[in-house]
């Protein structure tokens, strides 16, 4: 079993930086696939990065590619997303979460754990 924290949100221009983190606890996070997924208000929760256990291979919903990363520190049970140009339109509540089967990672109902959430907010 994990629990995962999210945390690294905040208020941030438009075309600046953020990083969020994922901890993880428990003794099998190199284990899970993570992934990365947000939610605007009003809004249905859609994916946006996931990085199979090894790291190996990443994934990313077209929207960020280019401006997002998604990598992970297998020894310091973290995951993170490391997000550059941000556009106000990536403005919303980012929640990491963690997929046992490692398939499926573009679904949000094939992951087994989710952190709280943390707020991005992207001013223009």
């Known amino acids: 079993q994990l629990q995962l924290e999210d945390s690294g949100g905040g208020l941030v221009q438009a075309g600046g930086s953020l990083r969020l983190s994922c901890r993880a606890s428990?003794?099998?996070?190199?284990?899970?696939?993570m992934g990365w997924f947000r939610q605007a208000p009003g809004k249905e929760r859609e994916f946006v990065a996931a990085?199979?256990?090894?790291?190996?291979?990443?994934t990313y919903t077209d929207s960020v590619k280019g401006r997002f990363t998604i990598s992970r520190d297998n020894a310091k049970n973290t995951a993170f997303l490391q997000m550059n140009s941000l556009r106000p339109e990536d403005t919303a509540v980012y929640y990491c979460?963690?997929?046992?089967?490692?398939?499926?990672?573009?679904?949000?109902?094939?992951?087994?754990?989710w952190g709280q959430g943390t707020q991005v907010t992207v001013s223009s």
């Open positions: 979460a963690a997929d046992r089967l490692g398939v499926g990672l573009r679904d949000y109902a094939a992951y087994d754990y």
């Open positions: 428990g003794r099998t996070f190199n284990t899970y696939a």
């Open positions: 990085i199979r256990w090894s790291g190996g291979s990443t």
